[in-house]
């Protein structure tokens, strides 16, 4: 995990890009003096109602420093509580897709590359667009019929599949989308090869809105859906192992080249019952260009329309209506605990490349370690808890969360 205590001050400041944080992340604004842990990662102190644009502080791993002038030391202490408090947490707003349901069946995240932070990508020519940065395979693939359908699900922080918060927070508007690449074996797979577009949830314009930020997007859906999403999965597609990618991009810094925000995961399937068709393919990266229409564009004044990044949908794929409701399928039914849940194949421990660049692991390590700053215990954790070589579990506070430090 990265948490505002984690990341150094410039990597914070680059992620906001331009924008002023107490305005754009967390409406309604801030009151004077009022703490806003906005989407990106950052404490900011709001200032006087007069000039709190003027008098944001920011927290780096420094400590507290001025955003612009005015400094109020008298904050100081209260700002180092807060940075102490949000080390326990991933980055308010941001998200990762983290479970699949299968046809109903809830599947977990026996077969997703859980990324290691919920932090975004932001540099579409990189390889980590294809699966998150630094992920790595799993053991495991997740079975599906050709023409059925699965349910791909965000949340915030990593484990959790309540409903009582936003699946993904801070007015992180844009579509949702999600991809295929037919590989030899999931479980080794780097997703070089080629991609299709299966199916997209972008945008639709509110009548009577004022800017794009009130119009329909598909992150509003997940957050309406507690973080569900249906995708069919085309009856017409080759038998054997997929490369999922599920991908949500936010757009509230998107109006400077750079701004836009993508999550993805990548999902480890394997299609059986499925056809003969050879879909257009794209590579990742090359399908997006930081100066997309989808990627550089500014939702806080009045859009006339939306181009969503990449390719068109595949005929056999689905498309949903951006503010349409969640559906009589998982998205709108399943809930995490009733139902049936499911086992994944598993597959003996292979030693992988990673997918993307970042810090794979050393060949033949065991398929749970878990990286730096990556969750390893906590309240009602399941998932790993051996950390990588050099690194302890550490308990970062009244045993909520426990990360590998
Ligand atoms: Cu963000």
């Not at 780097?190 to 949830?201: E, H, N, R, V």
């Amino acid at each position: 995990m990265e948490s505002s205590a984690t990341r150094s001050l410039p990597a914070l400041t680059s992620h906001l890009g331009k924008l002023d944080p107490c305005r754009m992340s967390h409406p309604p604004e801030p009151k004077p003096g009022e703490l806003s842990i906005v989407a990106d990662s950052t404490v900011f102190l709001c200032g006087a109602a007069a000039a709190w644009r003027t008098s944001l502080f920011s927290l780096g791993i420094a400590g507290i420093r001025p955003y612009t002038g005015k400094a109020q030391h008298a904050m100081k202490s209260l700002g180092a509580l807060v940075l102490v408090a949000l080390a326990a947490r991933e980055a308010a707003g941001h998200a990762m897709f983290q479970d699949l349901w299968v046809d109903g069946t809830d599947m977990g995240s026996q077969c997703v590359r859980m990324p290691r932070s919920n932090t975004p990508v932001t540099n579409v020519g990189s390889p980590d667009l294809r699966c998150n940065a630094g992920t790595r395979p799993v053991n495991a693939k997740c079975p599906v019929k050709a023409g059925s359908t699965v349910t791909i699900e965000m949340h915030q922080q990593p484990g959790d599949r309540s409903c009582g918060s936003e699946a993904i927070g801070g007015a992180h508007y844009g579509p949702v989308m999600a991809y295929l690449t037919k590989v030899p074996d999931a479980t080794t797979a780097d997703g070089s090869t080629g991609w299709f577009k299966i199916f997209q949830d972008s945008w639709e314009k509110k009548a009577g809105g004022g800017s794009g930020d009130d119009d329909y997007w598909g992150t509003k859906d997940l957050n309406t859906c507690c973080g569900k999403m249906d995708v069919k999965i085309p009856e017409d597609i080759p038998d054997g192992d997929y490369l999922l990618r599920a991908e949500a991009i936010a757009l509230h810094t998107a109006g400077s080249a750079g701004g836009a925000q993508l999550y993805m995961s990548c999902y480890q399937i394997t299609v059986t019952g499925g056809g003969s068709a050879s879909p257009d393919l794209v590579k990742l990266p090359g399908a997006y260009k930081a100066s997309d229409p989808g990627l550089l564009v500014n939702i806080h004044a009045p859009l006339s329309t939306y181009i969503a990044p990449g390719p068109t949908v595949y005929a056999g794929g689905s498309v949903k209506t951006a503010g349409s409701s969640c559906g009589a399928g998982c998205a709108g039914q399943c809930k995490v605990g009733q139902g049936a849940s499911g086992t994944a194949i598993s597959v003996k421990p292979v030693a992988t490349a990673a997918a993307g660049s970042g810090s794979a692991a050393p060949a033949g390590a065991a398929a749970c370690t878990v990286q730096q700053y990556g969750q390893c215990g906590g309240n009602g954790y399941t998932g790993c808890t051996t950390c990588a070589a050099g690194l302890t579990c550490r308990d970062m506070g009244g045993g909520y969360y426990s990360q590998c430090v």
